[in-house]
């Protein structure tokens, strides 16, 4: 068998993943012994097979070895190997690939630093078996049944049967041996089977291969039907609409993954849906019809298919201007085409104060526009007249937003000031927009990241965001979680963000309310939190907003039209799709995704392109 023992020599302390493998694990037991798996659990020789090991020792030095069956044996045989040369590990799993071209039984062997066995498992790596086309089994169909036989060919290795039964025997010096069968009236069909010896598999994998002869006991052999028209494959996006085209033939009949295909009178052509199976695998039969076969006496054609579930790259619009201000004009144009109630507007130059901007915009249907501090340009005092809204509330103080733009403005349309003394009073300031909330959040308000991703979440659960200053909570957070009592009060950003007091301080001031984090290792993977519990959500969502992590101008008004247009906000890098952000969109059946500003900050990769 693959696996017969395993030694553990040393004991660790904790577990994460080998930087270099790619991987990340939960965290392991403090008291974890070394362990080890292997995927397949039976390698085969040629093909890649995976060692993966926990309960190993943060920060130190391992490799890894696939030795002779010697004890002292060291040195690695394998053709590749990922982890043949020491490296130090950060954290307490180890992954590693490993391919051997020769079957035979060998010992995995994980060594330390110092060259020393933490851990050894003996294992066979089986050998590939393979049938010759000479070797392949034959059938004679002669008239009646004192002829008919199945010819078989001594293939070192290989077991033959016919039918289950006993195994064939090869007298010495005797390669070829005919065995007599006799059918059943019209006819029989007979199953003859290889059967890989221990240690051996065929290409594939497997330690079997069959092939069905049909034969008869007529004085007449079987009418022999021409190979069949090949199905043709039908592989769109994803797996809705993969389909087999199937051309109906005389005497045959037709079955996908084992149904068979009812055909109407008069079709000579049928499309038929497809489910994939185990790795994307579809398998057609062709079925003769009784008394009938396909050439070599074959009762049964098949053609197997490997589907991809890889789905179309949505159609990618971008909403971009010649600057952060224009951007959110141009997502105001798109997303707001008719006029609104209210607009808010919010300085472009500096975030804070916009933070809280963008879900209260988001609940009353609002655009969130972008203006410098001093002076509202004229394409954005073009775009509130087309908006014609009946109010204006601008977010910030004076020296955010100088009263020259709120003169601006109040010439269009009444004005209403939202402002604090500083960012944590001007999110309460805000927040006061709500009556009452059965949830709030709350992000860090010193930097832009984690609160961008929590205006998105609250955008879409209709909440007021607070911000904090990760140590606690202003005089004026305390009163605005009082005045708007939350039964939920969501935190986004770890607890090196939003430390352990301020979750004791909303429990002092809120000590019946449910809290929950939403974080990561990162803010891109925070971003995914916030996708995987709150806006991706229930999951059909066919569109995503993609926003540079890097900077905070265009998820701003991201905010609000991401939430009109029902999708979820995603935080991403210039080039590429990070990791964690990847994993949640993967999720989602997107057809379309719209990419906020220009190219040099959300690039025109597809969302495949992972980093």
């Not at 790259?313 to 008719?338: D, M």
Request: aromatic share 6%; glycine share 8%; hydrophobic share 40%.
């Amino acid at each position: 068998m693959p696996v017969s023992s395993t030694r553990r020599l040393t004991t660790a302390t904790a577990t994460i993943a080998l930087a270099a493998a790619g991987l990340v694990a939960p965290a392991m037991s403090a008291n974890a012994a070394p362990a080890i798996t292997l995927n397949p659990t039976a390698p085969v020789a040629g093909s890649a097979f995976t060692a993966s090991f926990t309960g190993l020792t943060a920060n130190n030095t391992y490799r890894l070895a696939l030795t002779g069956t010697t004890a002292g044996d060291k040195a690695d045989r394998a053709e590749s190997n990922t982890c043949r040369g020491a490296a130090p590990v950060s954290a307490t799993t180890l992954s590693c690939t490993l391919t051997e071209a020769a079957g035979g039984a060998y010992e995995l062997k994980l060594l330390d630093g110092n060259d020393n066995t933490v851990l050894a498992q003996a294992v066979t790596v089986r050998s590939i078996v393979s049938i010759p086309q000479a070797a392949q089994p034959s059938a004679t169909d002669g008239a009646g049944t004192a002829n008919d036989a199945i010819t078989l060919t001594r293939v070192p290795n290989v077991t033959w049967t016919i039918d289950g039964g006993a195994a064939v025997t090869f007298p010495e010096g005797v390669n070829t041996q005919e065995v007599r069968v006799t059918p059943g009236d019209p006819s029989t069909d007979y199953r003859v089977t290889a059967t890989a010896a221990d240690g051996h598999v065929f290409e594939g994998g497997s330690t079997t291969w069959s092939q069905t002869f049909r034969l008869t006991s007529a004085a007449t052999v079987p009418a022999l039907l021409p190979t069949p028209t090949a199905p043709v494959v039908i592989d769109e996006p994803g797996k809705t609409n993969d389909a087999v085209r199937l051309t109906r033939v005389e005497n045959v009949t037709w079955f996908v993954n084992g149904t068979e295909v009812p055909w109407t009178d008069n079709a000579t052509v049928k499309t038929v849906p497809v489910t994939h199976g185990e790795g994307g695998r579809v398998t057609v039969t062709a079925r003769a019809a009784a008394g009938r076969a396909f050439p070599g006496l074959h009762p049964a054609y098949d053609f197997v298919y490997t589907y991809t579930d890889e789905r179309g790259e949505p159609t990618s619009t971008r909403v971009a201007g010649n600057g952060r201000v224009e951007t959110a004009i141009e997502a105001s144009k798109k997303y707001f085409p008719q006029r609104t109630e209210t607009v808010y507007v919010a300085n472009a130059l500096n975030f804070p104060d916009a933070l809280s901007a963008g879900p209260a915009a988001a609940r009353q249907e609002s655009p969130l526009l972008l203006t410098l501090p001093n002076q509202a340009s004229s394409a954005v005092l073009d775009e509130v007249r087309r908006l014609a809204p009946q109010s204006i509330r601008i977010v910030g103080g004076t020296t955010v937003v100088s009263p020259e733009v709120e003169r601006q403005l109040q010439q269009i349309a009444p004005v209403t000031r939202l402002q604090g003394q500083n960012r944590y009073a001007t999110a309460a300031a805000v927040s006061g927009t709500w009556a009452k909330s059965g949830t709030v959040y709350v992000a860090l308000g010193l930097n832009f990241p984690d609160a961008l991703s929590a205006g998105s979440g609250a955008a879409k659960e209709n909440a007021p965001l607070l911000l904090s200053d990760g140590n606690g909570l202003s005089g004026e957070t305390v009163a605005a979680l009082q005045s708007l009592e939350p039964a939920n009060v969501k935190l986004v950003g770890g607890a090196d963000v939003l430390r352990a007091s301020v979750e004791r301080q909303i429990r002092d001031v809120r000590p019946s309310a449910t809290i929950t984090r939403y974080a990561g290792a990162d803010r891109f993977a925070t971003s995914a939190a916030v996708i995987e519990n709150v806006t991706g959500r229930p999951g059909d969502q066919t569109t995503a907003f993609l926003a540079t992590g890097l900077n905070f101008p265009d998820a701003l008004s991201g905010v609000p039209a991401a939430h009109k247009a029902k999708a979820p906000l995603a935080l991403t890098l210039p080039q590429c799709l990070p990791a964690s952000v990847k994993t949640q969109l993967d999720k989602l059946p997107l057809t379309a995704v719209t990419r906020l500003g220009g190219s040099s900050v959300v690039g025109d990769y597809p969302l495949s392109r992972g980093c």
